[in-house]
């Protein structure tokens, strides 16, 4: 396929083996800068279960769950099944959902710079009003403008990260998203540890601090450079190469610079990239931008750490002890993020997809026989059984961090040609919001209806996402992101829906 070109204006051409350059601590400085971009998100998956297990919040919010949480002869299982609350948190993610389709146009026609400051600013507003509440409606609004911080924020950083990075640390540089968010999480839970102890205006606090990853990202936006492929794809062709001179630390950049040239050339041939990613040449990375985030959220990681103190404490740990645990849970959801970022670009996408899918399957069922034999209506969890639980849920969160987690983002950001990678990413950040609306509406019901079952219902989530990788997901690992078609015409199933003639001078 040496020498092939890509239909209709000759995009990819398989000359990776010519690009030059080093990793330099330009690039590792402005991918450090936009990664911060993932930690407001992060910030909010874990601040957003501690608060909503804080009697005082629960108190002025939502009475009816704190009087039922006083109650011991309420099911443990059931004690925060109110649809009011799982709003409080979902709202958020409905919210990102529609701010991702709207960032889409803005990230392609003005850059991914635009957009990261975009989402700071956002999500800076959207703190203030947490902090400020007074009632529901100002609770409300301000988790609707974190949600437009974070639609923005996910559409564009990701991007960023993939088109900054050089092809052969593309993996681990993009996991720096991943490790912001996993960071944000752990540090959530730590201040969720301390406010519960300041009351009544803990909670507060908590939502109040996430103002400080935001004004990071909107600084950091401001002060990062645009990416060379954006920057050429606005016609500022010079600015382009002297931005990827700069960040690969060589002036002989020819080869990486004429495949963004060409991908340029088609990408602004397309008016509607939309519907152009419809198109039977894009039906692979189209399956892969909607399976990989729903399947991601479908792990059930959304659950434990949105709702850890909140499922913890249903477990029969007390209010110190919920808290403790979920911030341990945080902690090695973390640490796992860097065995990723060490092992992907080696390892590769596909081994860690599926031996993380494993652990996880094996982690979820043991929990399950753990709660259906040890734990129920009459019955508290033991000590050792409930270390146990801890355990095994730790294990869970170990394998989603250097599996599902980092690489639901990475696999569809690297995928798509310039032409709509935009938009790709755009559908890909709001399945994975649409998912985590869905999931975090219905946890609390699913909780009280399916008891340890609700464990059982994801372990037959990841078998089959575990099988999909297996079957349809080729290896990505360094593959140039303006190379990857070739990746398709390759593969043993997708080469059959690419048409042959997409592909000329094989």
């Known amino acids: 396929m040496a020498g092939g070109s890509f239909h209709p204006a000759g995009v990819a051409k398989e000359r ?67 649809q009011g609350l799982a709003a409080f948190t979902s709202s958020l993610y409905l919210a990102g959902l529609v701010a991702s389709v709207v960032a889409s146009p803005i990230t392609r026609k003005y850059g991914r710079r635009i957009s990261i400051v975009c989402g700071g600013i956002s999500f800076l507003v959207g703190a203030t009003l947490n902090a400020s509440a007074m009632n529901m409606a100002m609770l409300l609004l301000g988790r609707i403008m974190l949600g437009v911080g974070i639609g923005f924020g996910n559409q564009a950083v990701p991007l960023y990260l993939s088109e900054m990075a050089p092809t052969h640390l593309r993996g681990g540089l993009n996991m720096m998203f991943q490790l912001a968010t996993t960071l944000g999480i752990f540090t959530a839970n730590m201040i969720n540890y301390g406010t519960q102890k ?3 205006w803990g909670w507060r606090l908590s939502l109040g601090l996430a103002a400080f990853p935001a004004l990071l990202m909107t600084i950091g936006g401001l002060f990062v450079p645009e990416t060379p492929n954006s920057l050429i794809e606005q016609g500022q062709k010079e600015k382009g190469r002297h931005v990827l001179e700069k960040i690969r630390g060589t002036k002989n950049v020819d080869a990486e610079f004429e495949d963004m040239m ?26 892969m931008a909607i399976f990989m985030p729903m399947f991601q959220i479908l792990t059930g990681i959304n659950s434990i750490l949105f709702y850890a103190p909140v499922l913890f404490q249903s477990m029969g740990f007390g209010g110190n002890a919920s808290l403790y645990s979920s911030a341990l849970t945080g902690a090695v959801l973390a640490s796992s993020t860097l065995i990723s970022i060490a092992a992907v670009d080696k390892l590769g996408r596909r081994f860690l997809l599926i031996t993380g899918g494993i652990q996880m399957i094996a982690c979820q069922v043991i929990v399950a026989i753990i709660l259906g ?85 994801f ?23 303006e190379e990857m078609i070739f990746m398709w015409r390759k593969h043993w199933f997708w080469k059959s829906i690419v048409p042959a003639g997409e592909v000329e001078g094989a």
Not at 32 to 55: E, K, P, R
Not at 418 to 442: H, K
Not at 459 to 479: D, H, N, Q, R, S
């Open 262 to 287: 060409d991908a340029s050339e088609l990408a602004n041939s397309i008016k509607h990239p939309f519907r152009n990613i419809l198109e039977r040449r894009n039906r692979p990375q189209l399956v």
């Open 198 to 200: 300041l009351q009544p």
């Open 373 to 457: 034999l040890k734990f129920g209506k009459d019955q508290e969890l033991t000590k050792g059984f409930s270390i146990l639980v801890v355990f095994f849920i730790c294990l869970f969160v170990l394998a989603f961090g250097y599996s599902w987690g980092p690489l639901g983002w990475t696999v569809p950001s690297e995928i798509f040609p310039l032409e709509t990678r935009s938009a790709g990413q755009s559908i890909t950040v709001a399945v994975n919001l649409l998912f985590t609306f869905i999931i975090a509406q219905a946890f609390l019901s699913l909780l009280c209806a399916f008891k340890f079952g609700i464990f059982l219902f």
């Open 16 to 82: 990776a083996g010519q690009y030059q350059g080093r990793v330099t601590l330009y690039v590792i400085i402005a991918c450090a800068v936009a990664a911060i971009g993932g930690s407001i998100f992060g910030y909010d998956v874990g601040i957003s279960g501690g608060v909503t297990s804080m009697d005082a919040f629960l108190e002025k919010f939502f009475h009816t769950v704190y009087i039922r949480k006083q109650h011991a002869h309420e099911s443990h299982y059931c004690k925060y099944n109110n």
């Open 459 to 481: 372990a037959g989530w990841i078998t089959i996402m575990t099988i999909f990788v297996y079957i349809f997901l080729p290896e990505t690992k360094g593959v140039p992101i």
